[in-house]
């Protein structure tokens, strides 16, 4: 009964192909996010979703392009992929509702390596 | 805008010891959340403990604690009889409450190696 999963976990490609990677969570949250973690482990939000409406959307390049078909699930496409978008790229999902703690959850996390 | 500084880049500590991290924020707001988050060598980031900042009391989970000093905007933790699977970046993170608000700030981490 896994809370937030992301596929793949791992992910080798070349300069300029398309990927996307896939998260879903079953924990009945409304907001979802996307974050990047660079090698010295520093956590970049890039992108969020409430309700399935885009609420943050951080300094990332047009490459990249979120979309969430429902409130459980949140994609992230990249195009053109470069070789400084390696990098862990983190799921996370929390209630965005006051009246609870916000605890955020978060995947397992893909390893995305460009060659 | 809200910041997250946690100073220590390293740190270490014996098997069985106790060790404190720090963290200290920047905020106009009263009223927020706090969070301490766990990454070990597996990757996967996991809460470690939480404070709602109009709440006094230190949080407790078992082996973890916080010293929050919200005058200070301090919002330490301390891992008591530290074991070998305490080892792991920890990043401490802030949440606003006010409405309409969903980021989160984290911290840089800190490295905690546990010393056999």
């Known amino acids: 009964d896994t809370a937030v999963s992301q596929t793949p976990k791992y992910l080798v490609t070349q300069m300029g192909n398309d990927k996307s990677i896939k998260c879903e969570q079953n924990?009945?949250?409304?907001?979802m996010y996307w974050y990047k973690q660079d090698s010295k482990k520093f956590l970049k939000i890039m992108f969020s979703?409430?309700?399935?409406?885009?609420?943050i959307n951080e300094t990332v390049p047009n490459r990249f392009s979120p979309k969430s078909p429902d409130k459980a699930h949140l994609n992230l496409h990249i195009n053109s992929l470069e070789l400084g978008d390696s990098a862990v790229y983190f799921c996370?999902?929390?209630?965005?509702?006051?009246?609870?703690?916000?605890?955020?959850?978060f995947g397992p996390g893909t390893r995305l390596t460009v060659t | 805008a809200q910041t997250v500084t946690q100073s220590q880049p390293e740190m270490s500590v014996q098997e069985a010891e106790t060790v404190t991290l720090s963290c200290t924020y920047d905020?106009?707001?009263?009223?927020?959340?706090l969070f301490w988050y766990k990454q070990p060598p597996s990757r996967q980031m996991i809460l470690v403990i939480r404070?709602?900042?109009?709440?006094?009391q230190n949080a407790t989970e078992n082996r973890f604690s916080v010293n929050f000093q919200k005058a200070a905007k301090s919002f330490s933790l301390k891992i008591s009889d530290s074991q070998l699977g305490d080892a792991a970046m920890y990043f401490c993170?802030?949440?606003?409450?006010?409405?309409?608000?969903?980021?989160?700030?984290f911290g840089t981490g800190t490295r905690l190696k546990v010393l056999a």
């Open positions: 996370a999902s929390s209630k965005g509702t006051s009246g609870y703690s916000y605890e955020q959850y």
């Open positions: 924990l009945g949250h409304d907001t």
């Open positions: 979703y409430n309700n399935k409406e885009l609420i």
């Open positions: 905020t106009s707001e009263s009223d927020y959340y």
């Open positions: 404070q709602e900042a109009y709440k006094q």
């Open positions: 993170a802030y949440r606003s409450v006010s409405s309409g608000t969903y980021k989160y700030i």
